[in-house]
């Protein structure tokens, strides 16, 4: 915390939805303790439970990294699974391929990447099939920053 | 921040300072400090949680006493409809009501029939389109206040419309002074309420405007004078004008069952309406317009100033609801009244989480949060007075605590003082060290 940026890693676990969210959660959380802006908080929130959830569902869990300074929070979600064969058909919203085992659960509706499109200020995604899949995403706490980028 | 009035408060002398309360409050608002429970004032919503969980009834929440209808020239009883589950004596709701006007009252007005104006507003405001959904009601005061300090974003989700006991007091008073020609000030209108967190929206209601209200009795406080009012009606008064829907508020659900739509979701339970409001604030809820989120587990007929047990009350209220719906009692039409029952002050977020209002100092303290927090044993027993290792971590942060609080913490440091005290036992200044083994070991430590 000397160079003023906090520092979280969390382990998502493979195929658990009871504990799938307790990672966005544990930031939301934070958040709000340092006084966030309400809404930066929700943006923050959804965009990393997204992509915590699919690290659940396709890829058997993974690490999420978080950093909050000042003016941003970062998350980078990693995980080993099975990486996204076509990367611009998996940003349609609706588009799906989450077997009927989770979308019988109300998952998987097709909506975990546009979500976070929707929700990051800058979201990033290096995909590999059969490596795995890292996902960054970037929500500005502080409005005057986004133009730096 | 202004001075924030809670009614829920503690009888010090029954308080024996146990953690029961403290780990069901929502938000964390109590400790337990030289023996007593303390409520932090700006933290406490009002739920009544603790109320209702403490064995030694040492909470309790400020109402008005009986003898304040005195006051007032003319008084009006305007009860809540959970009154009604009380009395299973009762053969009807007009024998309630005119025991209830016998304790003292020149008028009762029914707020299930303001109830009944609400319904029809919100079903307007539900067909328009411009609203954010879900609409989450306003009914339940606790609830509002909850989302005023931990769900900021669905401030703009909460239905903006006055209460059925604003709304209510204002009829009354209106009408009174009309047909009576009574001045409305030395008209005094009374809330009788299950309800502690009513209790605040009358003294300090959450938009900051005034409340025409002018005191509330606890059911718990009138419940025993109405019982023997009940035994000595001569006459019975056409008092019940409501119809069932406006009856039907007092139970979990009943006001959402009246608005003509199946989207609706209805939570009870202070701590199963957080799990609600979170899927919300994260977008997990789909196809639902409306949400009606009430503190008390089973509504507003587990209120912690009812006296009936809850399931009972449901019981006994079907019987009225069902009269309502027999006799063919109109619901309330708003065609005749014309009020704006639209909330004209603002609900504003109370960050009490916050942990400074410096962002750099909160980024510290949160920080040290969590290094005391990895220390603390994380069995989240209370006995520190903080509710979990984690609050107390924040107490610590905050300033309110210490480490030692924690009794494992305290018996850690006990312990390494008491192996360094071990330690010195054993040495012996040289001039004075007589024993032989003592002599060997200080060769072996090197301190030839």
Not at chain 1, 9 to 25: H, L, R, Y
Not at chain 2, 110 to 139: C, D, G, Y
């Amino acid at each position: 915390m000397s160079d003023g940026i906090i520092r979280k890693s969390f382990v998502i676990p493979a195929n658990d939805f009871t504990v799938a969210g307790e990672a966005s959660s544990s930031v939301k959380k934070m958040l709000i303790q340092l006084g966030a802006d309400p809404h930066k908080i929700k943006k923050t929130a959804i965009s990393m439970y997204e992509a915590e959830l699919n690290a659940v569902i396709h890829a058997n869990g993974g690490v999420a990294e978080v950093e909050i300074d000042r003016h941003k929070v970062f998350i980078r979600i990693k995980d080993e699974g099975p990486g996204i064969p076509d990367l611009e058909l998996a940003m349609q919203e609706g588009y799906t391929t989450a077997p009927d085992s989770i979308r019988e659960m109300g998952f998987g509706a097709g909506m975990g990447l546009p979500n976070m499109k929707r929700y990051a200020d800058k979201l990033e995604i290096a995909t590999e099939v059969g490596k795995g899949t890292v996902v960054e995403i970037t929500v500005f706490l502080t409005d005057n920053e986004k133009e730096d980028h | 921040m202004s001075p924030y009035f809670h009614s829920v408060t503690l009888d010090e002398a029954k308080c024996k300072g146990c953690t029961n309360c403290i780990k069901r409050c929502p938000t964390e608002a109590i400790r337990v400090r030289k023996s007593k429970a303390r409520i932090i004032n700006e933290r406490c919503i009002d739920c009544g949680e603790c109320i209702r969980v403490c064995p030694y009834h040492a909470k309790k929440a400020i109402t008005d006493p009986v003898s304040i209808i005195n006051d007032y020239k003319y008084k009006v009883a305007i009860p809540a409809p959970t009154l009604y589950g009380q009395l299973k004596s009762a053969s009807s709701r007009d024998h309630i009501l005119t025991a209830l006007k016998m304790c003292g009252f020149d008028d009762v007005f029914e707020v299930a029939r303001a109830a009944e104006i609400i319904t029809n507003e919100t079903k307007k405001i539900l067909a328009e389109q411009k609203v954010q959904k879900p609409l989450i009601s306003s009914a339940c005061p606790a609830v509002v206040r909850l989302i005023q300090v931990r769900f900021p974003n669905l401030i703009d989700n909460i239905l903006k419309l006055k209460s059925p006991m604003e709304v209510a007091a204002k009829i009354a008073k209106d009408e009174i002074s009309k047909d009576k020609k009574i001045r409305q000030e030395d008209i005094g209108v009374f809330f009788i309420t299950p309800c502690a967190a009513k209790v605040t929206s009358i003294k300090a209601p959450l938009d900051k405007q005034k409340s025409f209200v002018d005191g509330a009795i606890s059911i718990a406080d009138i419940y025993l004078r109405i019982l023997s009012c009940l035994g000595k009606i001569d006459k019975v008064e056409k008092l019940s004008r409501a119809g069932f829907v406006g009856v039907r508020w007092a139970n979990s659900g009943g006001e959402s069952m009246a608005l003509g739509t199946d989207k609706f979701l209805a939570v009870d339970g202070i701590h199963n309406v957080i799990t609600i409001l979170e899927e919300i604030e994260d977008e997990k809820l789909e196809d639902i317009d409306f949400v009606e989120a009430l503190a008390c587990q089973g509504g507003c007929l587990g209120g912690p100033l009812a006296v009936e047990n809850m399931y009972v009350a449901r019981a006994i209220i079907k019987k009225f609801i069902d009269e309502a719906k027999e006799k063919g009692l109109e619901t309330t039409s708003n065609q005749d009244y014309h009020y704006d029952i639209v909330w004209t002050g603002e609900v504003e977020y109370r960050p009490i989480l916050k942990l400074d209002k410096d962002f750099d100092i909160a980024m510290k303290k949160l920080e040290t949060l969590h290094v005391i927090n990895n220390g603390l044993p994380g069995l989240d027993c209370g006995a520190c007075g903080a509710p979990s290792c984690r609050s107390l971590a924040e107490d610590i942060v905050r300033g309110n605590a210490n480490e030692t609080d924690c009794i494992f913490k305290l018996r850690e440091k006990v312990r390494s003082l008491a192996i360094e005290m071990m330690e010195l036992e054993a040495k012996m200044p040289p001039v004075l060290d007589k024993d032989e083994t003592s002599e060997i070991k200080s060769k072996k430590r090197g301190d030839t």
